[in-house]
């Protein structure tokens, strides 16, 4: 394993993984490397090039852009989270890896970078936590260079494995008002976890001007068995620092006596029991 790439992983396997068993974090690491591999190809990365991993968080794509290429291409860590910029500064910095890169704290709606300076910019589940897709799709485009490519890759969440799947009426009560509360919640236009799609994707970039848009639609599927520990995780662990947990997502329904009840019923039903979660997830690339 390359080293920047050991570095990466090991300090996720710290602190992003942290509560995981040692067979789900293997699980995570294979398929974050995964998408990442598929992101990279379909960005058709060449030497020489201006590239931007936007919204970086870990940096997942661009320690695989510095994995391939080191200093041959200027590379941009793009985040709004100083944090997050700080993380992957510090990953860099413990290894030899030549390298051009660049740190940049910016909301991608309005990205300090001028006109037509990127050949290429990538991102990883970051649309879900950006309300207005096309507004960030139209300063994609802007930064872009003409022929300049766009690729990502966005967990489609309002069509996962929702938890009333997973569960039976006899195991929760008031198993059918947390099921229509969760149904609500997970479909809420205003949501930016959830208020798009393939289709809205598809639609967004083709109305700023995006020409060749791909975007394929994968399912994957991951089979566990959580703890009390891993499901109090699950529903209580905020996607990101500015989204909602689903407890918090519940108590906009019900009571915190209520959801603490159901919560502990959901410990109980799937405990030490194999849970199947399918993910809907997109790889999208599209052309200026």
């Known amino acids: 394993m390359n080293e920047i790439c050991k570095n990466w992983s090991t300090w996720l396997k710290k602190t992003r993984f942290s509560y995981m068993d040692e067979n789900q974090k293997e699980q995570t690491l294979n398929w974050l490397i995964a998408v990442r591999n598929s992101v990279l190809n379909l960005a058709d990365l060449k030497e020489g090039l201006k590239i931007a991993d936007f919204g970086c968080g870990?940096?997942?794509?661009?320690?695989?852009?510095?994995?391939?290429?080191?200093?041959?291409?200027?590379?941009?860590?793009?985040?709004?989270?100083?944090?997050?910029?700080?993380?992957?500064?510090?990953?860099?910095?413990?290894?030899?890896?030549?390298?051009?890169?660049?740190?940049?704290k910016t909301d991608a709606s309005n990205?300090?970078?001028?006109?037509?300076y990127l050949d290429r910019l990538m991102t990883r589940s970051v649309l879900v936590h950006i309300k207005d897709k096309k507004q960030v799709f139209s300063e994609f485009y802007r930064v872009l260079k003409q022929k300049g490519i766009y690729a990502g890759f966005e967990p489609i969440i309002s069509e996962n494995t929702r938890y009333y799947e997973l569960l039976t009426p006899n195991q929760i009560s008031d198993y059918e008002e947390f099921k229509q509360a969760e149904k609500e919640f997970m479909k809420n236009p205003d949501d930016a976890l959830v208020n798009f799609n393939a289709e809205s994707l598809d639609k967004n970039l083709?109305?700023?001007?995006?020409?060749?848009?791909?975007?394929?639609?994968?399912?994957?599927?991951?089979?566990?068995?959580?703890?009390?520990?891993?499901?109090?995780?699950?529903?209580?662990?905020?996607?990101?620092p500015d989204q909602k947990s689903m407890k918090e997502r519940f108590l906009e329904y019900f009571d915190e006596k209520k959801v603490n009840n159901y919560i502990i019923e959901v410990q109980n039903a799937l405990n030490n029991n194999m849970v199947e979660i399918n993910s809907k997830t997109a790889f999208i690339k599209a052309i200026k």
Do not use: M, R
Not at 111 to 116: A, H, P, V
């Open 58 to 104: 870990s940096g997942l794509l661009a320690f695989g852009v510095l994995e391939k290429f080191e200093d041959k291409v200027e590379l941009i860590f793009s985040d709004k989270f100083q944090d997050c910029l700080d993380e992957c500064k510090k990953i860099l910095n413990e290894t030899k890896i030549k390298n051009n890169a660049k740190f940049l």
């Open 206 to 240: 083709l109305e700023v001007n995006f020409s060749n848009v791909t975007i394929n639609v994968e399912i994957a599927s991951s089979k566990y068995i959580p703890t009390k520990e891993t499901i109090i995780n699950w529903l209580q662990t905020p996607p990101a």
């Open 111 to 116: 990205i300090k970078l001028k006109n037509n």
